[in-house]
C-alpha cells in the first residue's frame, strides 16, 4: 500500500524540470503515507485561494485529500495523519499564486488520479477497514444513549429525525437540497462503495448546474448551503439510510 504514496507524488513530478530543486521531489523516494497527505492538503489550500482548477476538479482534489486521510491513517495513526494535514493546509496558505504552484496543484491531481486508477482496490479496502471501525465506534456510542435515554422521558423534539428540515414542499429545489445533503454526508461517513461515492458527486454537479439554470444561482446557493450543515451528522444507521435512500433516487 506504501508503493500507492511513492506513485501519487513521484510519477508526475518527475517529469517535470522546473520541479527539479523542489524539496517534494527529492522526497518522492522515501515518500510515507503522511507526506502524501501533507502534500495533497498543500495543494488544495493553494487552490482554493488561487482558483487554478476548475471548480469540478478542485472538487475532485479535495475529495482525494480526504481519502488519503482515511487511507493514510491505517498505516500510520490518525494523530500522525492529522499532524500532516494541518502541515499541510498551513503550508498551502504561504504559496504564491504563481506559474509554479500551478505546476505542483496540476501534477498533484494527476497523481492522485493515476494512483486511483492504479491502485483502487487497495485504497478501498483501507477506506473499508476505517469505515468498519468507525461503524463500530458508533453503534457503541449509540448503545449508550439509548441507555442513558432510557431514564429519561422524551420530548417531541428528541423524537424528531434530524433530516425533518429537508421534507419541504416536494419541488426540485428541495429534493436537490436533499440529495446534496446526502452527498455531505457520505463525503463524512463514507457509506458507499468509492465507485459510487464518485458517480453520486458527478450526478450532484449534473443536478446543480440544472438547478441554477431553473431557480438562478442565488436560490440554489441557499440550497447548497442549507445541505451542508448535515455534512457533520452522526454516521449512524438512521444517517446511513437517509444516504443510500438519495443515491438509489439519484440512480432512478
Same mark, same amino acid.
Given at each position: 500500500?506504501?508503493?500507492?504514496? /511513492?506513485?501519487?507524488?513521484?510519477?508526475?513530478?518527475?517529469?517535470?524540470? @522546473?520541479?527539479?530543486?523542489?524539496?517534494?521531489?527529492?522526497?518522492?523516494?522515501?515518500?510515507?503515507?503522511?507526506?502524501?497527505? /501533507? #502534500? @495533497?492538503?498543500?495543494?488544495?489550500?493553494?487552490?482554493? /485561494?488561487?482558483?487554478? #482548477?476548475?471548480?469540478?476538479?478542485?472538487?475532485?482534489?479535495?475529495?482525494? +485529500?480526504?481519502?488519503?486521510?482515511?487511507?493514510?491513517?491505517?498505516?500510520?495513526? +490518525?494523530?500522525?495523519?492529522?499532524?500532516? #494535514?494541518?502541515?499541510?493546509?498551513?503550508?498551502?496558505?504561504?504559496?504564491?499564486?504563481?506559474?509554479?504552484?500551478?505546476?505542483?496543484?496540476?501534477?498533484?491531481?494527476?497523481?492522485?488520479?493515476?494512483?486511483?486508477?492504479?491502485?483502487?482496490?487497495?485504497?478501498?479496502?483501507?477506506?473499508?477497514?476505517?469505515?468498519?471501525?468507525?461503524?463500530?465506534?458508533?453503534?457503541?456510542?449509540?448503545?449508550?444513549?439509548?441507555?442513558?435515554?432510557? #431514564?429519561?422521558?422524551?420530548?417531541?423534539?428528541?423524537?424528531?429525525?434530524?433530516?425533518?428540515?429537508?421534507?419541504?414542499?416536494?419541488?426540485?429545489?428541495?429534493?436537490?437540497?436533499?440529495?446534496?445533503?446526502?452527498?455531505?454526508?457520505?463525503?463524512?461517513?463514507?457509506? @458507499?462503495?468509492?465507485?459510487?461515492?464518485?458517480?453520486?458527486?458527478?450526478?450532484?454537479? +449534473?443536478?446543480?448546474?440544472?438547478?441554477?439554470? /431553473?431557480?438562478?444561482?442565488?436560490?440554489?446557493?441557499?440550497?447548497?448551503?442549507?445541505?451542508?450543515?448535515?455534512?457533520? +451528522?452522526?454516521?449512524?444507521?438512521?444517517?446511513?439510510?437517509?444516504?443510500?435512500?438519495?443515491?438509489?433516487?439519484?440512480?432512478?
Amino acid at each position: 500500500m506504501r508503493n500507492l504514496f /511513492r506513485t501519487l507524488i513521484s510519477l508526475p513530478i518527475a517529469a517535470l524540470p @522546473l520541479l527539479a530543486a523542489s524539496p517534494h521531489l527529492s522526497a518522492a523516494p522515501a515518500m510515507r503515507p503522511s507526506d502524501a497527505v /501533507r #502534500l @495533497l492538503a498543500q495543494s488544495n489550500t493553494a487552490d482554493t /485561494r488561487c482558483h487554478i #482548477l476548475s471548480p469540478a476538479d478542485h472538487q475532485q482534489l479535495a475529495d482525494y +485529500v480526504a481519502r488519503a486521510e482515511v487511507a493514510a491513517a491505517q498505516l500510520e495513526g +490518525v494523530a500522525k495523519i492529522q499532524s500532516a #494535514l494541518a502541515a499541510g493546509k498551513a503550508s498551502g496558505t504561504t504559496m504564491a499564486c504563481n506559474i509554479r504552484t500551478t505546476i505542483v496543484v496540476g501534477a498533484t491531481l494527476s497523481a492522485a488520479r493515476r494512483a486511483e486508477k492504479e491502485l483502487g482496490p487497495q485504497i478501498a479496502a483501507l477506506e473499508k477497514k476505517a469505515n468498519a471501525q468507525k461503524a463500530a465506534r458508533s453503534r457503541t456510542a449509540s448503545q449508550k444513549q439509548v441507555h442513558v435515554a432510557a #431514564l429519561q422521558v422524551p420530548s417531541a423534539h428528541d423524537q424528531e429525525s434530524p433530516f425533518s428540515s429537508l421534507d419541504g414542499s416536494g419541488d426540485a429545489l428541495d429534493l436537490y437540497t436533499r440529495h446534496a445533503a446526502a452527498y455531505y454526508i457520505e463525503r463524512h461517513c463514507r457509506f @458507499l462503495a468509492s465507485n459510487d461515492t464518485m458517480a453520486f458527486w458527478k450526478a450532484i454537479v +449534473v443536478r446543480h448546474n440544472a438547478m441554477i439554470a /431553473r431557480f438562478g444561482g442565488a436560490a440554489v446557493t441557499g440550497a447548497k448551503a442549507k445541505a451542508a450543515e448535515f455534512g457533520s +451528522v452522526a454516521c449512524d444507521g438512521e444517517a446511513e439510510g437517509f444516504v443510500h435512500a438519495a443515491w438509489n433516487d439519484m440512480q432512478q
